[in-house]
């Protein structure tokens, strides 16, 4: 199995905020991120639905703003670098100086479309010799890489919306292999543009609630019509145990279990039942050496859709016999594509560590076909294993173990 | 031929061509989910948004659920174009 690895650094871009604080500050208070679309006009784009989770600063700005180059790079980039910045200075880490190895930090930054709005808003005319660096789906990755001078292992899972969680996964291997001694790793998209949210509305996976923006992300209520899409970046400084023990950092949970399963079944619809999900789940709890019985948390990946969450309920039923806390932070953040379950990773490591479980947004009718026991307050309780899952297009599911320290 | 009559022939020419069978084995009594059509939910997506393109009809998720053969979802376009 190899070395532990442990979470030491935490950075977070959502429709919330630019910081780790404000996001867990919005989703303890059960602040909505989401609001009418203001990225461009979706009546001129011929576009239904008119809500998004939008991020609402421009990452340009955050500081340290010298990090974040939006001449050079994608504005899921941009998400990633101002996230991976945040990440490393909370794990007590400063690049610059001499302790810090290159060599032995990794760096792993799934995302699902990428670059889809720069590709989309340069296509049709000679591209500029900048365009292709600024929409490669492994540009998040590189730049990260360059901003924390990261020399070891390097990848971009482009695994639609477990991107986030299988980079994540990969990460945790890399470390326990002695690959690299820490790795910054998570996922990001940034697809609130006409092609982006077309493309979900033509497929009528959004919500139509235009009118009460706030009220339209509703994972597993009776009365969800659809997703709502955000944006940002979620990552993690990973690290091995004994690496950040010898440094004194203070982790804020290990990872202990990671697993990724195909459908094999259809590309957009999860499998009967969820089976692909459930032996996700299994797998990643076996690779951790825990029993379903010890689960106290599971962070679901909860797309809002009417499909996707009765299969996501089935396949938690089939894994657990009396189903522990479930919550969902997309009635908070929406739908952040490949950032989404990075995002959720960083949460349930800061949910972990202080003790608790943040509430689900506008889950208010119970649904028979998702009986779940979803949390609607935040709850204080020590939490000493949690589960937190993605599933993406194409039948990729993954899921990752996190354990109190 | 009627407008009626001309917007059944609309729907079921973009039914053929969405879900690539031959025209002439279409008609009002060919089910969706048969060996000729083998139609699945994203297809029925797919035909709903090129109606309203072509024709200006919304067909909404709800009605798309119980419409089972051509026929069926031609008088729902036509009962409402």
Not at chain 1, 18 to 33: F, P, Y
Not at chain 1, 115 to 130: D, M, T
Not at chain 1, 246 to 261: F, I, K, L, S
Request: proline letters at 7%; glycine letters at 10%.
């Amino acid at each position: 199995m190899g070395r532990d690895v442990v979470v030491t650094g935490l950075g977070l871009v959502t429709a919330l905020g630019e910081t780790v604080e404000a996001t867990w500050q919005g989703l303890r208070d059960g602040t909505s991120g989401a609001g009418p679309i203001t990225r461009f006009d979706p009546e001129a784009a011929g576009i239904r639905s008119n809500v998004a989770c939008e991020v609402p600063v421009d990452p340009a700005t955050v500081p340290p703003d010298d990090r974040v180059d939006d001449r050079v790079m994608g504005r899921y980039a941009q998400f990633a670098v101002a996230a991976a910045a945040e990440a490393v200075a909370d794990a007590g880490y400063d690049p610059a100086d001499p302790d810090w190895t290159p060599e032995r930090v990794g760096t792993s930054i799934g995302s699902g479309l990428a670059g889809l709005a720069e590709i989309e808003s340069a296509a049709g005319e000679r591209p500029s010799p900048s365009f292709l660096v600024s929409a490669l789906t492994n540009l998040a990755a590189g730049h990260v890489s360059m901003c924390v001078d990261a020399r070891g292992p390097n990848r971009a899972p482009g695994t639609a919306c477990s991107a986030g969680t299988h980079a994540i996964a990969a990460a945790v291997e890399d470390v326990r292999h002695g690959r690299a001694d820490v790795v910054v790793a998570g996922g990001t998209d940034a697809a609130i543009s006409p092609l982006g949210v077309g493309s979900f509305d033509s497929m009528r996976a959004l919500s139509g609630r235009d009118g009460d923006p706030a009220a339209a992300s509703r994972p597993f209520d009776a009365d969800r019509d659809g997703l709502v899409l955000g944006e940002g970046s979620g990552v993690v400084v990973l690290e091995a145990r004994d690496h950040a023990r010898e440094r004194d950092a203070t982790p804020y949970a290990a990872v202990t279990g990671v697993g990724r399963t195909g459908d094999a079944h259809h590309v957009t619809r999860p499998a009967e039942d969820g089976t692909g999900l459930r032996r996700c789940i299994e797998r990643t709890l076996s690779d951790a050496g825990r029993d379903p019985a010890s689960v106290d948390h599971v962070n679901a990946h909860a797309t809002s859709t009417p499909v996707g969450d009765a299969r996501e309920a089935a396949a938690l039923r089939s894994v657990f016999d009396d189903p522990p806390p479930v919550t969902s932070v997309k009635g908070h953040l929406g739908h952040a594509l490949g950032a989404a379950g990075a995002i959720e990773a960083a949460v349930v490591a800061r949910s972990v560590a202080e003790g608790t479980i943040p509430p689900t947004l506008n889950y208010e009718t119970r649904d028979p076909e998702c009986a779940l026991p979803v949390v609607t307050d935040p709850r204080e309780t020590v939490t000493d294993v949690a589960v937190s899952t993605s599933a993406g297009f194409g039948g990729t599911n993954g899921a990752l173990v996190f354990e109190r320290v | 031929m009627s407008d009626t009559q001309e917007i059944r022939g609309r729907v079921q020419r973009i039914v053929a061509d969405r879900l690539r069978a031959d025209p002439d084995a279409v008609d009002p009594e060919t089910p969706f989910g048969g060996e000729t059509l083998d139609a699945e939910s994203l297809d029925m997506v797919e035909i709903a948004e090129a109606i309203e393109a072509d024709v200006g009809v919304h067909v909404p998720d709800e009605a798309l659920e119980t419409v089972s053969t051509v026929g069926d979802l031609t008088d729902y376009v036509a009962d409402r174009a």
